[in-house]
Every structure is written in C-alpha cells, then in structure tokens.
Nanobody, 125 residues
C-alpha cells in the first residue's frame, strides 16, 4: 500500500513560483510512475507531469512544458513539482498519484491507483 501526502500549495501572484512536494510512504517508488494532476474549478482533472522513478524519465502536458519541472529525491521517497512563471489558469487543486510502471499512457488518471488528498494552488492576476 502506498500513501501520498502533498504539500507546498498556496497563493502566489502571476509570474511567481511554487514548489509542490509529494511524500510517499508504505513502500518506495522503485518501479513506479508518479504523476501530478490538477483540477481547476468547473473543469475536469487533467494531467500535468509525470516521472518514472527508475531512470528518471519525465513527461509534461503541453500547457506546463517549459514552466514546470518534475523531479525526485530517492533518499526521501519524494517527488517535487517546481512551478515557475505561474499563470492564473494554473489555479487548481493539485494531486500527486502513483502506479506501478507497466507501460501504458501516463496521462490517464484512471491508470493510477494511489492518490493524495491534494494541495491548493491559487495564482492571482
């Protein structure tokens, strides 16, 4: 069983930065994929970024590419999402999620079996 806890959300002005953390417990993320998803008010949940724990390959949605960076800390079993040049449209509840690496489509939320409670990010204009 994997437990995920997000932190680092908050209120920031447009153009600012935040770093989200996703701490895993219960097992290591070895052979797992960890992703960040977000749900904006009135919209469906969408993929933001993902990282394969083994090897560190990263994947991004077009909407965040070049502004967000996903990374991991093996020793802390933690995944980070560095968000720069934030825009008001980045306002959302951000969730981290994890699943075993079995191939498949990383952007599909339904393929992730473990989810955190979410952390709110609000970007003011």
């Amino acid at each position: 069983q994997v437990q995920l806890v997000e932190s680092g959300g908050g209120l920031v002005q447009a153009g600012g930065s935040l770093r989200l953390s996703c701490a895993g417990s219960g097992r290591t993320f070895t052979n797992y994929v960890v992703g960040w998803f977000r749900r904006a008010p009135g919209k469906e949940r969408e993929f933001a970024a993902a990282i394969r724990w083994n090897g560190g390959s990263t994947y991004y949605a077009d909407s965040v590419k070049g502004r967000f960076t996903i990374s991991r800390d093996n020793a802390k079993n933690t995944v980070y999402l560095q968000m720069n040049s934030l825009k008001p449209e980045d306002t959302a509840l951000y969730y981290c999620a994890a699943r075993p690496w079995l191939g498949g489509t990383l952007e599909h939320a339904q393929e992730y079996g473990y989810w955190g409670q979410g952390t709110q990010v609000t970007v003011s204009s």
